[in-house]
């Protein structure tokens, strides 16, 4: 019997014993090849030396001291790191401990920017459908999974959700990508000026959509035509790179690839690569500047803000990136994963799209391709499917999000940044035989 609070409350899952590299052991000696990182978490793999190097030092110097007494040495070299590779304009790095911790801080950061810029009035977030941001009330509002919502949808902030950019669902045969975009950029317009212009403070958005939205990338124009439309009315623009950022879509952050620069970014999961629990927000100068010109205090906070260890980690993690040029090995290699997962999977029956950039990639499964109708939600296909892949020995991470009223099924890989074509190819045939397992003779 289990004292650990495990979230299925019904199923224990196997003990993780050990890892390396691109792969982890179980107490009873299996071997799983991670081709999810977790949940997007793991860029370097497991068990990197360089990296627990930079953790036992930073462990003999120092390891935990309270930013209200302290910085430390290695939280401004991190932030210098971050700063240095930072979108244009961003000037300051509010460290926390991982995502949903980052993207309640942005939301409160941007309240508080209206706050002591004499906007009080502004108190409402524009977030999308088909989004996560984490699990904290904030966070969960904002976010756009209405099941994951619904049992605390009376204690939320307000919040109103906009289409997300999903085309395979939802751009029209008569319109193309950038017209696509543009209506999309429209839409979101409209949700401003029906709450009042002057009373949002943000539009947040995944650059390219996540978990459950089994990786949403978006159409060219769109984020360009986002950014216009929160100009026009004085709106901040979040980004959430959480999950997509820090090199997981082929470049530092997914936004260079859409030619914007948000407000505020939050950036989590490879930010670490899993060796300690951190998060961070990036925040432009102005933000900064209003409040360090107001009342010089950003009115929220956490015990391990920039925590030593973590930060410790991080700057490993990164430092070891950027020499090893691995973000450019994403981005060349997520070609060839993209080419393999088209070719293994792109005319399975119950393939329904395949989408993805670098080292994050989504496949949809439907029940038909022909109506795109999604599985039956009792049909349990995206649980199914993660049982099936594990038995194989490969880690991927399925998940049923909600399409059009219906639970629709999707998986996620996401591998270390590490792994080789060898990985790669074994990563689509391990998922391959998983997916015709489970989905044959499924029924609607
Ligand atoms: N934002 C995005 C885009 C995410 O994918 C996640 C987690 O999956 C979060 C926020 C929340 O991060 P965490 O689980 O570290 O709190």
Redesign the pocket.
């Known amino acids: 019997m289990t004292h650990v609070f495990h979230r299925h409350l019904r199923h224990t899952p196997p003990v993780a014993a050990s890892a390396q590299g691109m792969f982890i052991r179980d107490a009873e000696g299996r071997e799983y090849l991670d081709a999810s990182g977790g949940?997007?978490v793991s860029s370097l793999g497991h068990g990197h030396p360089e990296v627990m190097a930079a953790m036992h030092a930073q462990l003999d110097r120092l390891a935990y001291a309270h930013t209200s007494f302290f910085t430390s040495e290695v939280a401004e070299q991190l932030a210098d790191e971050l700063i240095g590779s930072a979108p244009e304009g961003m000037s300051h790095v509010y460290l926390v401990s991982?995502?949903?911790?980052?993207?309640e801080s942005a939301l409160k950061m941007a309240r508080q920017y209206f706050v002591e810029t004499g906007q009080p009035q502004r108190t409402h977030f524009i977030a999308r459908r088909q989004?996560?941001?984490?699990?904290?009330l904030g966070?969960l509002a904002v976010g756009g999974n209405a099941w994951r919502r619904e049992p605390f949808a009376p204690i939320l902030v307000p919040a109103t959700h906009v289409a997300p950019c999903y085309p395979y669902r939802e751009q029209r045969a008569d319109e193309s990508a950038e017209q696509y975009g543009l209506r999309l950029a429209a839409e979101l317009e409209a949700a401003i000026v029906a709450q009042g212009a002057d009373r949002v403070i943000a539009f947040v958005a995944?650059t390219v959509?996540?978990?459950?939205a089994g990786v949403l990338t978006p159409v060219p124009g769109y984020f360009k035509a986002v950014r216009a439309v929160c100009d026009k009315y004085g709106v901040l623009l979040i980004l959430?790179?959480?999950?997509?950022g820090m090199g997981r879509t082929g470049s530092l952050h997914a936004c260079e690839q859409e030619g914007v620069a948000p407000d505020l970014m939050?950036i989590?999961?490879g930010l670490g690569g899993g060796y300690q629990?951190i998060?961070a927000v990036l925040a432009q100068r102005k933000v900064v500047e209003a409040m360090s010109k107001g009342s010089g205090f950003f009115q929220h906070g956490h015990t391990y803000l920039g925590h030593p260890m973590a930060c410790a980690a991080a700057l490993a993690v990164q430092q070891v990136i950027r020499r090893d040029g691995l973000v450019a090995k994403v981005r060349e290699d997520g070609i060839a994963f993209g080419a393999m997962l088209a070719e293994a999977l792109g005319d399975h029956p119950h393939v329904g799209d395949i989408r993805g950039r670098g080292f994050f990639w989504g496949v949809e499964l439907v029940a038909d391709r022909a109506s795109k109708q999604p599985f039956d939600p009792a049909l349990a296909v995206n649980t199914r499917l993660k049982k099936d892949a594990m038995a194989r020995g490969l880690l991927c991470y399925p998940f049923g999000g909600t399409v059009d009223g219906r639970q629709g099924d999707h998986v996620l890989l996401a591998p270390p940044y590490i792994a080789t074509r060898d990985h790669l190819q074994e990563i689509v045939a391990l998922l391959a035989a998983s997916v015709d397992a489970v989905t044959r003779g499924a029924a609607r």
């Open positions: 949940a997007a991982g995502g949903s911790e980052a993207v989004s996560y941001h984490g699990n904290t966070a995944e959509g996540g978990a459950t959430d790179e959480v999950m997509c939050t989590a999961k629990p998060g």
